[in-house]
């Protein structure tokens, strides 16, 4: 993917670093590089080492080089990332593609060794494990073989794909979170590659198959994530088409406060940036703040891209990228190379120059406060001052006690979705002291949002707002030493004032490296953290992805019967509706110390600066003032307890893995045997039928409307990754095929089996369906029968009779992660076109990859100012265009409706570039690709 056949700028040139040459493109052959964004130069390069003269051309590169800032994106060019990273929940169904397009390349007289991965591709696993059990010592044993019990199948079947692959590696289960090992040992910053006997340097990118992929933008590596079917077409060749972006310059002056962390900046730029608005733009940070900046504060910046929604948000190469690269363990020659090439192509960063830049924002860091961000976005930052009475006006949305039609609470219908798990449940921390423990809501509240409930067999009630999880986790925080040091000490400073976690909430500790566990043994704050029932559950993104586990019993039963609105407070990036624990309605975004705050305190109707969390020996209250940790002592703390031999020996075997994973079977050969018992992993049906030549694109006439949504429709909406309902389709499948209630698993887990999958799309707990009043969960109306169904029955139904679907949707359809099974899932239920007022960015991408069209609304139009209730059938005119090889701009939509006159307006086609009009063409990318192998 590196070969470059044209050099029409003569930037072919040799680089010396301590003895060795490399092979360089350099920048400065380009007029008008030396202006262009940090971002931008890294893609000037790549434009230059893989000229060919047809797809990427000498006027690319000029057009890039002459980059109009004030410009809006029209100018479309290919960037060939370096390496692929991916996690295992989107990991599995990419090898389940690749394994399958060997067979079809090979039915259509092709060589199905040319399905390989052309660049490196990583995998990480860190999306499987559960917490089942929590608050013991043992919980990491136990819930690691709770995974391998549950994952085997999957598990051997990655480890097929890493000996039938050529460049493809797996990273065991156990080891840390994607993004974390990304930056501590898989990115490089600067890559190397021989060709053509010739040693070559180039700036490290990727693109990922996790939308927080950004995390590795704090490193300075340009990267971003991309749905799966993209990122196989990228391992297997193809560039990622895109326009040439704005650029917003953020600068950063002043250092954050005593009192606040990365995370409360983490939020604080989240907004300011969701407010100004960044979707389909780069971010990238300069100025004299940014080397005030540490690498892992930077990481922690970069992975929220996704939630303010730009496409990467980077920082420049300094002394703090290389410093963090020696920390992490690279070698001396890495590190001299690292420098060398970013100082000769420009790449340093300078606080005295100020590129170019399309918008700008400044943020100083000294007015940074503590926040918190809920109870169901990431944007919606909350001061934490303000987080009481903020908590008490969101309940008035959560606790009216609204009922299903047969008399249920919503919850109640919910409760068997997330069921107790078969292992140790775990410990409500701490002995009773014989005097009844309460989660009241405080003096103040009204009294019908007020609901008492007592816990079976316990010896407290709770109320609306307790915290009934309380997590560490996930790639965010857990990947920053100094709000994870932070926590630890105040856990220290807790436990010797007498404070106690609250019994009902369910606490746990999941790392993004096991680095993180080493430095707290280091530092002698493991026994502090497990006193408080922060006990190591596992190495992964586990509540932040809904792998939180079950909540026990009888405190689930508890707020099930009484319809509590109950909370959990996390230090991911992830809080939308459903995604956390079927029994939450309301998630909070926390730093990691204020995660161990919030589990003292045991309900988020508290006020830190006012309430004490408990008393001391002495019977002296105690408030969270009187334990926060002193910023000075935690550098200190840091600067003694880690080392680069830690990163060092925790990634010395990194591919290796534990007894475990090299015990399993593993199967041989250059094809996959698909077993056709297996309920995880199965081959697609995508390439059934596929000719050599794509057949011509037609309009659509007669659509229904499958669902019709609201604004801000994320892809958790949209392809749940958490548990599967006993009743839902996907559960009935499951059930019939002989799997018991207990070995559902998730349906994350089963990404690799597209009957699950198609089964659950739009089947997530808290969607909400508009052709349906007052309904929550995957349910529509069958226009064939006006009755309401499960969607995947209706689309069925649908299916029988050769009607097409169509999705109505509102602002920012499709936002949160790049879930290729979002678009999967809709394409195979029969949806041809989604109608949204408009799209998140990757989402939008993964649509045309499964040949689903992206339409939008008018300027200022939704479906509601047009009068449409989703009863209309639908007609578009205008796609048959795309066969005479151009896009159009618009379609003509229809809509009609009994007793009502006829609908029509002209929706914008999100076709965005040419090479999205091929993939459109062939019916989706894959096809794209597989027949562009064949032909060549």
């Keep these: 993917?590196?070969?470059?056949?044209?050099?029409?700028?003569?930037?072919?040139?040799?680089?010396?670093?301590?003895?060795?040459?490399?092979?360089?493109?350099?920048?400065?052959?380009?007029?008008?590089?030396?202006?262009?964004?940090?971002?931008?130069?890294?893609?000037?390069?790549?434009?230059?080492?893989?000229?060919?003269g047809a797809n990427i051309t000498a006027d690319h590169v000029r057009a890039l080089g002459s980059w109009d800032p004030e410009a809006e994106p029209s100018v479309e060019i290919q960037f060939t990332p370096a390496r692929v990273i991916m996690q295992d929940f989107t990991g599995v169904p990419c090898v389940v593609d690749l394994a399958t397009m060997r067979e079809a390349v090979e039915e259509l007289g092709g060589d199905p060794e040319k399905i390989n991965p052309l660049a490196p591709a990583e995998l990480v696993i860190d999306h499987s494990v559960m917490i089942d059990v929590a608050g013991r010592l043992d919980a990491l044993e136990q819930n690691m073989e709770l995974e391998y019990e549950r994952n085997r199948e999957r598990y051997q079947f990655l480890r097929w794909g890493q000996t039938a692959f050529d460049d493809f590696k797996v990273v065991p289960p156990g080891t840390g979170i994607v993004h974390q090992v990304n930056i501590e040992y898989l990115a490089r910053t600067v890559m190397t590659r021989e060709v053509d006997g010739v040693l070559r340097a180039y700036p490290d990118s990727c693109v990922g198959t996790d939308s927080h992929t950004t995390m590795v933008n704090g490193l300075g590596?340009?990267?971003?994530?991309?749905?799966?079917?993209?990122?196989?077409?990228?391992?297997?060749?193809?560039?990622?088409?895109?326009?040439?972006?704005?650029?917003?310059?953020?600068?950063?002056?002043?250092?954050?406060?005593?009192?606040?962390?990365?995370?409360?900046?983490?939020?604080?730029?989240?907004?300011?940036?969701?407010?100004?608005?960044?979707?389909?733009?780069?971010?990238?940070?300069?100025?004299?703040?940014?080397?005030?900046?540490?690498?892992?504060?930077?990481?922690?910046?970069?992975?929220?891209?996704?939630?303010?929604?730009?496409?990467?948000?980077?920082?420049?190469?300094?002394?703090?990228?290389v410093d963090y690269l020696r920390l992490t363990g690279r070698t001396d020659e890495q590190l001299a190379l690292v420098e060398a090439y970013a100082k000769r192509q420009g790449l340093w960063h300078d606080a005295a120059t100020e590129p170019s830049y399309s918008e700008y924002l400044e943020l100083d860091l000294s007015t940074v406060v503590p926040s918190i961000a809920g109870p169901k976005r990431p944007q919606d930052r909350i001061v934490l001052t303000e987080a009481k009475d903020q908590f008490r006006a969101d309940l008035e949305n959560y606790a009216d006690g609204e009922t299903e039609e047969d008399g249920s609470s919503v919850d109640e219908s919910l409760r068997e979705s997330f069921p107790a798990s078969d292992a140790p449940s775990y410990d409500p921390h701490g002995e009773s002291d014989g005097e009844p423990r309460h989660a009241p809501?405080?003096?103040?509240?009204?009294?019908?949002?007020?609901?008492?409930?007592?816990?079976?067999?316990?010896?407290?009630?709770?109320?609306?707002?307790?915290?009934?999880?309380?997590?560490?986790?996930?790639?965010?925080?857990?990947?920053?030493?100094?709000?994870?040091?932070?926590?630890?000490?105040?856990?220290?400073?807790?436990?010797?004032?007498?404070?106690?976690?609250?019994?009902?909430?369910?606490?746990?500790?999941?790392?993004?490296?096991?680095?993180?566990?080493?430095?707290?043994?280091?530092?002698?704050?493991?026994?502090?953290?497990?006193?408080?029932?922060?006990?190591?559950?596992?190495?992964?993104?586990?509540?932040?992805?809904?792998?939180?586990?079950?909540?026990?019993?009888?405190?689930?039963?508890?707020?099930?019967?009484?319809?509590?609105?109950?909370?959990?407070?996390?230090?991911?990036?992830?809080?939308?509706?459903?995604?956390?624990?079927?029994?939450?309605?309301?998630?909070?975004?926390?730093?990691?110390?204020?995660?161990?705050?919030?589990?003292?305190a045991g309900t988020m109707d508290f006020d830190f600066e006012h309430d004490p969390l408990g008393q001391d020996a002495d019977g002296k209250d105690v408030f969270l003032a009187d334990i926060w940790p002193n910023p000075t002592e935690v550098e200190q703390v840091i600067s003694e307890s880690i080392s680069q031999e830690m990163f060092k020996e925790d990634y010395a075997d990194v591919f290796k893995g534990d007894e475990r994973w090299r015990s399993l079977d593993t199967p041989e050969g250059a094809t996959f045997g698909w077993d056709a018992e297996s309920t995880y992993v199965r081959k697609p049906p995508y390439f059934e039928g596929m000719e050599a030549e794509p057949a011509p694109v037609e309009d659509i006439d007669g659509a229904r409307v499958l669902v019709k949504l609201g604004d801000s429709t994320t892809t958790d909406h949209i392809s749940p990754a958490g548990s599967i309902k006993?009743?839902?389709?996907?559960?009935?499948?499951?059930?019939?095929?002989?799997?018991?209630?207990?070995?559902?698993?998730?349906?994350?887990?089963?990404?690799?089996?597209?009957?699950?999958?198609?089964?659950?799309?739009?089947?997530?707990?808290?969607?909400?369906?508009?052709?349906?009043?007052?309904?929550?969960?995957?349910?529509?109306?069958?226009?064939?029968?006006?009755?309401?169904?499960?969607?995947?029955?209706?689309?069925?139904?649908?299916?029988?009779?050769?009607?097409?679907?169509?999705?109505?949707a509102g602002k920012e359809?499709?936002?949160?992660?790049?879930?290729?099974?979002?678009?999967?899932?809709?394409?195979?239920?029969?949806?041809?076109?989604?109608?949204?007022?408009?799209?998140?960015?990757?989402?939008r991408s993964n649509l045309i990859g499964m040949g689903?069209?992206?339409?939008?609304?008018?300027?200022?139009?939704?479906?509601?100012?047009?009068?449409?209730?989703?009863?209309?059938?639908?007609?578009?005119?205008?796609?048959?265009?795309?066969?005479?090889?151009?896009?159009?701009?618009?379609?003509?939509?229809?809509?009609?409706?009994?007793?009502?006159?006829?609908?029509?307006?002209?929706?914008?086609?999100?076709?965005?570039?040419?090479?999205?009009?091929?993939?459109?063409?062939?019916?989706?990318?894959?096809?794209?690709?597989?027949?562009?192998?064949?032909?060549?």
């Design 1 to 52: 993917m590196t070969v470059s056949t044209v050099n029409s700028f003569g930037a072919k040139e040799t680089l010396g670093v301590d003895g060795t040459d490399y092979e360089i493109y350099a920048l400065d052959a380009v007029e008008g590089h030396e202006k262009l964004p940090y971002s931008l130069k890294i893609l000037l390069e790549n434009l230059l080492r893989t000229e060919d």
């Design 221 to 321: 590596v340009l990267g971003w994530g991309v749905g799966g079917i993209e990122a196989e077409a990228a391992m297997l060749g193809q560039p990622v088409s895109m326009l040439i972006p704005r650029v917003v310059g953020f600068k950063l002056t002043g250092e954050i406060p005593a009192a606040a962390t990365a995370t409360d900046v983490v939020l604080t730029i989240t907004e300011m940036l969701r407010q100004h608005g960044v979707v389909g733009k780069f971010v990238e940070f300069y100025g004299e703040g940014v080397a005030q900046v540490p690498l892992a504060n930077r990481a922690t910046i970069g992975n929220m891209s996704p939630e303010f929604g730009s496409t990467c948000a980077i920082f420049p190469i300094d002394d703090v990228t």
């Design 441 to 600: 809501m405080h003096a103040g509240t009204t009294e019908r949002a007020s609901r008492p409930t007592a816990v079976k067999g316990q010896n407290f009630d709770i109320d609306h707002g307790i915290v009934s999880i309380a997590s560490i986790t996930s790639c965010t925080n857990t990947s920053n030493p100094s709000v994870m040091m932070a926590a630890g000490l105040l856990a220290k400073n807790a436990v010797e004032k007498g404070l106690a976690s609250k019994p009902w909430v369910k606490t746990s500790l999941a790392p993004g490296s096991q680095v993180v566990t080493g430095y707290y043994e280091k530092a002698g704050l493991t026994p502090y953290l497990n006193d408080l029932g922060f006990q190591l559950v596992g190495y992964g993104c586990t509540t932040c992805i809904g792998n939180s586990g079950p909540l026990s019993p009888e405190i689930s039963e508890a707020i099930n019967d009484a319809d509590l609105a109950v909370t959990s407070v996390l230090s991911g990036n992830r809080n939308f509706e459903g995604r956390i624990n079927p029994d939450v309605k309301m998630n909070y975004l926390a730093s990691p110390p204020l995660v161990i705050a919030y589990a003292l």
């Design 726 to 808: 006993a009743d839902s389709p996907a559960g009935q499948y499951l059930r019939d095929h002989g799997v018991e209630r207990k070995d559902f698993n998730s349906y994350g887990s089963r990404r690799g089996n597209h009957e699950v999958m198609i089964r659950g799309t739009f089947a997530n707990i808290r969607i909400k369906n508009q052709l349906l009043d007052g309904v929550e969960g995957g349910y529509t109306k069958n226009f064939l029968t006006g009755e309401q169904e499960f969607i995947y029955d209706a689309a069925q139904a649908y299916a029988e009779r050769d009607i097409p679907l169509v999705v109505l």
């Design 813 to 843: 359809y499709g936002t949160g992660s790049s879930r290729d099974w979002a678009a999967k899932g809709t394409m195979l239920l029969g949806v041809k076109a989604v109608i949204a007022e408009s799209y998140e960015r990757i989402h």
């Design 852 to 936: 689903v069209l992206p339409l939008q609304f008018p300027q200022g139009e939704s479906a509601e100012s047009l009068g449409l209730t989703g009863e209309e059938t639908f007609s578009i005119s205008g796609i048959t265009a795309l066969n005479d090889g151009t896009t159009p701009t618009t379609v003509t939509v229809t809509a009609t409706r009994e007793g009502a006159d006829p609908v029509e307006f002209d929706a914008v086609v999100r076709i965005d570039t040419p090479g999205e009009a091929d993939y459109f063409r062939n019916g989706g990318i894959l096809q794209y690709v597989l027949r562009s192998l064949v032909a060549a």
